[in-house]
Every structure is written in C-alpha cells, then in structure tokens.
T-cell receptor, first 113, second 112 residues
Framework: NAGVTQTPKFQVLKTGQSMTLQCAQDMNHEYMSWYRQDPGMGLRLIHYSVGAGITDQGEVPNGYNVSRSTTEDFPLRLLSAAPSQTSVYFC????????????FGSGTQLSVL | SQQGEEDPQALSIQEGENATMNCSYKTSINNLQWYRQNSGRGLVHLILIRSNEREKHSGRLRVTLDTSKKSSSLLITASRAADTASYFCATDTQGGSEKLVFGKGTKLTVNP
C-alpha cells in the first residue's frame, strides 16, 4: 500500500493564481482531512470529510475549497492564492470512529509570492 | 481555536535522560492521541489513550491522562538522539464531530 499520497511536493504560486493540491489514499478510509502547518502554530485543520459527498469546515477554512467525489481522493483548491496561504499542507486519513489514528501524507510546501 | 496546547514549546536533553511533555485541552474528549514529526516529514501516530484510561505504555513511551485537569503527559524514557523530533497531541470533542484538532507541539532535541 502506498498510504496517503500528496502531490505536488513543492509549489510556487503568484498572488491570485489558483491551484489544486491533490491527496489520494489507498486504505479505503472514509475520513480524510487537510491541515496547514505554520511555524509556531502547529497544525490547523482546514477541511475534513467523513465520506464521499460529505465535507465540513475546520478551524481555518477561508480561502480553501474541497470536494469528495470518491473515497480515495480529497483535493484541496485554492481559488485565488494569497501570501498568507504560504504554508506546508498535510493530508491525513483514517477509518471512521473516535478511536482511530490518522495516517499522514508527506506534505506539500506551498509558497505564494 | 486550537484544542490542545503542549508544554514546553521546546525541550533539550542529553541522551539517556527522560523527556516529559505535557498537553492541556479545553473540552471533554473521547480520546487523546500523540504524534511525532521528524523535520520536514509527515506526522506519525505514537499512542492513543481513551478518556476512560489513566495510563498507557508502548515501548519507551508512557502516556497519562487526567480528565479532571484536562491534561495529558508523554514520557519518553532513556531518550536517544533518534528521538529528536516535534511531538503533538491531538484531541477530538466528546459529543462533537470526528475531527481531530492538534496543539502547537513540543520540539524535543536529544543531544548525543
């Protein structure tokens, strides 16, 4: 199993550009989530999904869109990138339930100039 | 706002010493989890402790949970240079959604 795969690993955008960060998992996990990690701020939840067709907002959802059309994929869209979105983004997945651990991807480092 | 807060923010010890990190949270939880992050990598799950458990062990790791104080501690015994990493606690919210919220982490440096 590949686990959680994120692409790309690095990306540089100009302010106002749009892009999609890809996340795929092959563990048949229903729960998927996106976090951003900034120095001194830890990980902050952006959006999460408990199954295909179901998404919900986390702590910092503004400026980001998500959709979940399949169990395997959970893309994160930046519609109009801003310098404040410069960060490292992590996708994570797990089985449904309150006592399940998260499996993380290796991250995408995004710079918005 | 973030649910968990780790303390201290940074910790530097010598190899062989024990390392203790603390996590405080705000609301009632179903469980508390600890994760480790090596520099530039994704997080890796270490241990999960349920709200009805008080202590749990896994190898050199010992986790305690005090729900009355809304706090947890992670003890790494006989630390090694390879334990150098950032450590995060994560919690859900009892009666809430399944989302996991992380704290800001403790950066541990183990000097050889």
């Amino acid at each position: 199993n590949a686990g959680v795969t994120q692409t790309p690993k690095f990306q540089v955008l100009k302010t106002g550009q749009s892009m999609t960060l890809q996340c795929a998992q092959d563990m048949n996990h229903e729960y998927m989530s996106w976090y951003r990690q900034d120095p001194g701020m830890g990980l902050r939840l952006i959006h999460y999904s408990v199954g295909a067709g179901i998404t919900d907002q986390g702590e910092v959802p503004n400026g980001y869109n998500v959709s979940r059309s399949t169990t395997e994929d959970f893309p994160l869209r930046l519609l109009s990138a801003a310098p404040s979105q410069t960060s490292v983004y992590f996708c994570a997945s797990r089985n449904r339930g309150f006592n399940e651990k998260l499996f993380f991807g290796s991250g995408t480092q995004l710079s918005v100039l | 706002s973030q649910q968990g807060e780790e303390d201290p923010q940074a910790l530097s010890i010598q190899e062989g010493e024990n390392a203790t990190m603390n996590c405080s949270y705000k609301t009632s939880i179903n469980n508390l989890q600890w994760y480790r992050q090596n520099s530039g990598r994704g997080l890796v799950h270490l241990i999960l402790i349920r709200s009805n458990e008080r202590e749990k062990h896994s190898g050199r790791l010992r986790v305690t949970l005090d729900t009355s104080k809304k706090s947890s501690s992670l003890l790494i015994t006989a630390s090694r240079a390879a334990d150098t990493a950032s450590y995060f606690c994560a919690t859900d919210t009892q009666g809430g959604s399944e989302k996991l919220v992380f704290g800001k982490g403790t950066k541990l440096t183990v000097n050889p």
